[in-house]
């Protein structure tokens, strides 16, 4: 092996993995940004009343859930969204296009109504 070669290629492969890591703790600090100080796990985790009416459109969405989406729109509206397209959701079954009309079968007055989440819009 020729050590000339082996340290560029090294400190190539060490470089990746630096770009690759700043990348994920990048992303992961913007998504928990959109839920305040709460990290975006806790926020996913206290869904999870709605977990059933976010996998199945004709679920009765539990008035757990409704409550749990009601306050969190109120305190951080983008929270929502945040955790609707974070892999948490996507690991939990959730899909995005029946989730996304869950304020609107909770009948939340103040949901962002209009508003695009990813290429989703709130109805």
Same mark, same amino acid.
């Given at each position: 092996?020729? &050590?000339?070669?082996?340290? %560029?290629?090294?400190? +190539?492969?060490?470089? +990746?993995?630096?770009?690759?890591?700043?990348?994920?703790?990048?992303?992961?600090?913007?998504?928990?940004?959109?839920?305040?100080?709460?990290?975006?796990?806790? *926020?996913?985790?206290?869904?999870?009343?709605?977990?059933? *009416?976010?996998?199945?459109?004709?679920?009765?969405?539990? %008035?757990? &859930?409704?409550?749990?989406?009601?306050?969190?729109?109120?305190?951080?509206?983008?929270?929502? &969204?945040?955790?609707?397209?974070?892999?948490?959701?996507?690991?939990?079954?959730?899909?995005?296009?029946?989730?996304?009309?869950?304020?609107?079968?909770?009948?939340?007055?103040?949901? %962002?109504?209009?508003?695009? &989440?990813?290429?989703?819009?709130?109805?």
């Amino acid at each position: 092996m020729n &050590c000339s070669t082996s340290i %560029p290629k090294a400190f +190539l492969v060490l470089a +990746l993995v630096f770009l690759i890591a700043t990348q994920f703790v990048v992303e992961e600090v913007g998504a928990a940004g959109e839920c305040g100080k709460t990290p975006i796990r806790t *926020a996913a985790t206290s869904l999870s009343p709605c977990l059933s *009416a976010a996998r199945n459109a004709r679920a009765k969405v539990p %008035p757990a &859930c409704c409550t749990k989406v009601g306050a969190l729109i109120k305190t951080a509206p983008k929270c929502l &969204c945040a955790v609707l397209l974070s892999p948490l959701a996507k690991q939990a079954g959730i899909n995005p296009a029946i989730a996304i009309a869950i304020p609107k079968k909770c009948n939340i007055r103040n949901r %962002p109504a209009g508003k695009k &989440c990813g290429r989703y819009v709130v109805p």
